[in-house]
């Protein structure tokens, strides 16, 4: 078994990408608010930065784990 590999049930990657993806959202409007009221968003902006990564993460995986769904069917199934 490789120890680097936690298994998850990959029917959540997509609610998950959905879910950090709002959050990029809420995150992006706080920094333009933030800005304009005057006050330095460094932390958000980090913050940010490390949820886009996460974002772009699941969105792979679930990709991946879509693309080898699609690799799985028979020939008569493509048909």
């Keep these: 078994m490789d120890h680097l590999h936690t298994p998850v ?3 959540k990657l997509s609610p998950w990408y959905f ?9 992006q409007q706080k920094i333009v608010d933030m800005e304009a009221a005057g006050f330095n968003p460094t932390y958000d ?10 974002e772009q993460f699941l969105k ?20």
């Design 45 to 54: 902006i980090y913050q940010l930065e490390k949820l886009q990564d996460l």
């Design 19 to 27: 879910a950090v993806s709002w959050g990029v959202a809420v995150l």
């Design 9 to 11: 049930e990959n029917t």
């Design 60 to 79: 792979m995986s679930w990709d991946q784990w879509l693309d080898r769904l699609d690799s799985s069917k028979t020939a008569q199934e493509v048909k």
